[in-house]
Nanobody, 123 residues
Framework: QVQVVESGGGLVQSGNSLRLSCAAS????????IGWFRQAPGKERERVSC????????FYADSVKGRFTVSRDSAKNVVYLQMNSLKPEDTAIYYC????????????????WGQGTQVTVSS
């Protein structure tokens, strides 16, 4: 059974940085992807970033390009989302999700989700 646990949220001032972690377990191969999503109050869930574990290919939403970086530590089965130059509009609950991708980039949907971690950026 796949389990996903994210951590690292908190309160930061605008312009500062924060790193989120996502630990995924239960996969029997590296043919899976980890996606980062966020949802702010009153807004729809937004796909922020994604990484394919097998080949390291990544995706970023336009709203975070150049500020956020997703990376993986395969030895630890952990994926990180480094968030720099944070803005108040980045405030949201951030979710990590995982699913098989058969080595084909980021899937359209993810089957396994973490509980979410709050990121609050003050101005």
């Amino acid at each position: 059974q796949v389990q996903v646990v994210e951590s690292g949220g908190g309160l930061v001032q605008s312009g500062n940085s924060l790193r989120l972690s996502c630990a995924a377990s239960g996969f029997t191969s590296d043919y899976y992807a980890i996606g980062w999503f966020r949802q702010a109050p009153g807004k729809e869930r937004e796909r922020v970033s994604c990484i394919s574990i097998s080949d390291g290919s990544t995706f970023y939403a336009d709203s975070v390009k150049g500020r956020f970086t997703v990376s993986r530590d395969s030895a630890k089965n952990v994926v990180y989302l480094q968030m720099n130059s944070l803005k108040p509009e980045d405030t949201a609950i951030y979710y990590c999700a995982a699913d098989k991708n058969y080595g084909l980039g980021c899937p359209a949907d993810f089957a396994s989700w973490g509980q979410g971690t709050q990121v609050t950026v003050s101005s």
